[in-house]
């Protein structure tokens, strides 16, 4: 059950990305990642409550980045609002999670997500995984 996005691949430099993370730590060590592969639309969200109506303030979205833990909703919850939102329900939603597990993984499978990136994230690998999630290329990594 993929809900893979059959739009033409996003070059990183493109790409329009929002992280929904709750630790700035981590947001911080993500959005560095983003900006040394060339992404330069980051916007963040702390978070899932109200992920749809943020989203839809940006031009556009080509990829979310989901923590699972997430104040108020968590982002199994997020993501339902997301997929039966008209704008934003065949956009990229992977998971970033500390939360890491095969019974994580599958879970998160089964709730549609596009792929799943365990913390904590390998900062050689990482690049490569979001230039291949925004290929169309799901990426699903225990990092194990």
């Known amino acids: 059950m993929s809900n893979i996005n059959l739009k033409t691949p996003v070059d990183p430099k493109d790409a329009y990305v929002l992280v929904v993370e709750d630790n700035v730590s981590n947001f911080v060590l993500i959005a560095r990642l983003l900006a040394f592969m060339g992404v330069q639309k ?23 980045l989901m923590d699972l833990r997430l104040p108020h909703e968590d982002g199994y919850e997020a993501l339902k609002q997301i997929r039966t939102d008209p704008h934003l329900q065949n956009t990229l939603v992977v998971v970033v999670t ?8 599958h879970k998160a499978r089964e709730a549609g997500f596009d792929g799943f990136l365990s913390k904590p994230l390998d900062a050689d690998r990482f690049p490569e995984q979001i230039k291949q999630i925004l290929n169309g290329e799901p990426v699903w990594d225990l990092g194990i």
């Open 98 to 105: 500390a939360h890491g597990s095969s019974a994580e993984m």
């Open 42 to 64: 980051c916007e963040w969200k702390t978070t899932g409550w109200g992920v749809v109506d943020f989203a839809n303030t940006m031009s556009r979205v080509d990829l979310i």
